[in-house]
């Protein structure tokens, strides 16, 4: 005869308890047959997109690489710079950095905060639309703080200056973001030296004073 089941405790019946020991929301590998169907799933959707690629006119494809611009500018800047020629060097200009490719950098204080964007003049990232748009808006930028504020459970302080360094702050942010994504705690980049600069110019410390690049920050 089967026992009862003693009072408060969870019932036998099949399928509940599933993942015990894994810990709440713990993810369940998948078997070798469910990962050999998600990669034939994913190679049948990739030969189909190359199909209807190939399908496209010019002028579809124009528009279609105009989307990617306006969605995901980074991935297209990114796709473009492999099918650029290397750049001469620029001629040197009196005052001008010699590490600076785009013309639109200054000299930084350290020589990891020296670094270019990498584009030519006319295509440099700091004098693009997007980057007015994304990276310079005060709209944006103050959305972005008070989100960057309630995860940390803070206000911005009130001191004379303190305004424009947390709009440079999450400007900073903001770049991160539009070209490399979620980097992750304790991952840092160096933002280029001509993008640093506008930011700068836009919302300068008025006593000309910057943290420069932190390697690390708890």
């Known amino acids: 005869m089967a026992q009862p089941t003693p009072s408060g405790s969870r019932s036998a019946t099949p399928g509940r308890g599933r993942g015990r020991g894994r810990g709440r929301g713990a993810a369940i590998p998948l078997d070798s047959v469910d990962m050999q169907r998600v990669q034939m799933l994913r190679a049948e959707r990739l030969t189909s997109?190359?199909?209807?690629?190939?399908?496209?006119?010019?002028?579809?494809?124009?528009?279609?690489?105009?989307?990617?611009?306006?969605?995901?500018?980074?991935?297209?800047?990114?796709?473009?710079?492999?099918?650029?020629?290397?750049?001469?060097?620029p001629t040197p200009i009196p005052g001008h950095p010699t590490w600076c490719v785009c013309l639109h950098c200054r000299e930084m204080p350290t020589d990891i905060e020296s670094k270019c964007c990498g584009q030519r003049s006319n295509s440099c990232i700091s004098t693009l639309p997007h980057f007015d748009m994304y990276i310079l808006d005060e709209g944006v930028l103050r959305l972005s703080r008070r989100v960057w504020n309630d995860i940390r459970?803070?206000?911005?302080?009130?001191?004379?200056?303190?305004?424009?360094?947390?709009f440079r702050h999450a400007a900073y942010r903001q770049y991160v973001v539009w070209q490399y994504g979620f980097l992750g705690p304790g991952h840092r980049v160096v933002i280029p030296s001509c993008c640093v600069c506008k930011i700068r110019e836009h919302y300068p410390d008025p006593h000309g004073q910057y943290t420069g690049f932190v390697s690390s920050r708890v």
């Open 49 to 89: 997109e190359q199909d209807r690629i190939q399908s496209l006119s010019l002028q579809e494809s124009h528009q279609l690489l105009q989307r990617c611009l306006t969605r995901d500018p980074s991935l297209l800047f990114d796709i473009m710079a492999t099918q650029d020629t290397p750049a001469a060097a």
């Open 153 to 166: 459970a803070v206000q911005d302080a009130p001191e004379p200056g303190e305004s424009n360094k947390q």
